[in-house]
């Protein structure tokens, strides 16, 4: 399975490329990952159908939004496996743009997930996205990483 990360707004910030880059080499142990970053739009629908045209018909979206469920890291963990089982070939998370997406990436998204009640940039979303997606994997190979 692979895991892509599409992502509105800048690529770029030293402050937290190190770090991030960090876990997307630990996760490449276990899947391939890639991000994809889009430009920002100060028009929310066509910000989202930018992202709709980098979705395929066969991928599995999780749409990281407010609004979304919140679940526990081990829960997380358990979508993943859940997904590999599935023979998913491609788990797709989109971290939409500083007003959100529009109804028809949310229709698309098969699941919607909530980080926290708390609104972080998109840098510290990215980073906290590839540290959950790392601990995912060292759960499901119970690896010393996660503690519980």
Same mark, same amino acid.
């Given at each position: ?11 770029? %910030? @030293? #402050? ?19 991000? =994809?970053?889009?430009?920002? *739009? ?7 159908? @930018?992202?709709? #045209?980098?979705?395929?018909? %066969?991928?599995?979206?999780? =749409?990281? *939004? %407010?609004? $979304?469920?919140?679940?526990?890291? #081990? ?21 939409? $743009?500083?007003? $959100? ?11 919607? =997930?909530? =980080? ?14 590839? #540290? ?10 119970? %690896? ?5």
């Amino acid at each position: 399975m692979k895991i892509t990360i599409i992502s509105v707004g800048k690529e770029n %910030e @030293k #402050e937290y490329d190190g770090v991030i880059k960090m876990f997307e080499t630990r996760i490449l142990r276990y899947a391939p990952i890639s991000f =994809l970053f889009l430009n920002h *739009d100060v028009n929310k629908d066509k910000e989202s159908e @930018k992202i709709l #045209e980098k979705i395929k018909k %066969e991928d599995y979206v999780i =749409l990281l *939004d %407010e609004k $979304g469920s919140v679940m526990k890291s #081990e829960e997380f963990a358990m979508m993943v496996e859940n997904r590999m089982i599935d023979s998913v070939r491609n788990l797709v998370f989109i971290i939409g $743009g500083a007003y $959100g997406v529009n109804e028809k990436v949310k229709e698309r998204a098969n699941y919607i =997930l909530k =980080l926290s009640s708390f609104v972080f940039p998109h840098m510290l979303v990215r980073l906290i996205l590839t #540290e959950q997606i790392y601990r995912a994997f060292t759960i499901l190979k119970g %690896e010393k990483y996660h503690h519980q």
